[in-house]
Antibody
Framework: QITLKESGPTLVKPTQTLTLTCTFS??????????VGWIRQPPGKALEWLAL???????RYSPSLKSRLTITKDTSKNQVVLTMTNMDPVDTATYYC?????????????WGQGTTVTVSS | EIVLTQSPGTLSLSPGERATLSCRAS???????LAWYQQKPGQAPRLLIY???SRATGIPDRFSGSGSGTDFTLTISRLEPEDFAVYYC????????FGQGTKVEIK
């Protein structure tokens, strides 16, 4: 059974850097084709795809946020970390991580419960 | 970047009715890399359909997807009470994007 869980601060100040960790079980990020992605959702708004990292360390980023995002993996710890620099109140959202299966790169078939991040001074 | 436009924004229907949701892409979606997700209040999205028309594991057969190129449709043949939710389409090519969502509400 695949599970994912997001963790990180619930409150960050403007201009700070956000670091979120996705800890997963039930699969390995060393398996060919597998990936983990990050998605966010501002309150009452639509989903926004942020980034995805694959088993071979290939990384994809949202073009509009690419300059602010870094995604890394620690295969031995079953973790993926997303950092977002220069946080702003508009970045207030629920942040999700999700599993991307080997058979369909970029598809998100199992999601974590999400973690809420508020950006405020 | 491929922009996905979903319509209508809100669909007001009664249980037992048929729901038809549209997702239109600004350019052709390669290899039908189009998915549909369902999201209920306070919950994470759940994958319903991938590859434009394949149901994910455990998804009832009242949910079906169709389309190719730039026009895709999610159909719920007979709405059950638990189907009232927000639905998102996603293209999962090299730079994935989501549509803005369609809310299916009880009439």
């Amino acid at each position: 059974q695949i599970t994912l869980k997001e963790s990180g601060p619930t409150l960050v100040k403007p201009t700070q850097t956000l670091t979120l960790t996705c800890t997963f079980s039930g699969f390995s990020l060393s398996t060919s084709g597998v990936g983990v992605g990050w998605i966010r959702q501002p309150p009452g708004k639509a989903l926004e795809w942020l980034a995805l990292i694959y088993w071979d360390d290939d990384k994809r980023y949202s073009p509009s946020l690419k300059s602010r995002l870094t995604i890394t993996k620690d295969t031995s710890k079953n973790q993926v970390v997303l950092t977002m620099t220069n946080m702003d109140p508009v970045d207030t959202a629920t942040y999700y991580c999700a599993h991307s299966p080997r058979v369909a790169a970029g598809l998100l078939d199992v999601w974590g419960q999400g973690t809420t991040v508020t950006v405020s001074s | 970047e491929i922009v996905l436009t979903q319509s209508p924004g809100t669909l007001s229907l009664s249980p037992g009715e048929r729901a038809t949701l549209s997702c239109r892409a600004s350019q052709s979606v390669s290899s039908s890399y189009l998915a549909w997700y369902q999201q209920k209040p306070g919950q994470a999205p759940r994958l319903l359909i991938y590859g434009a028309s394949s149901r994910a594991t455990g998804i009832p057969d009242r949910f079906s997807g169709s389309g190719s190129g730039t026009d895709f449709t999610l159909t719920i043949s007979r709405l059950e009470p638990e189907d009232f939710a927000v639905y998102y389409c996603q293209q999962y090519g090299s730079s994935p994007t989501f549509g803005q969502g369609t809310k299916v509400e009880i009439k």
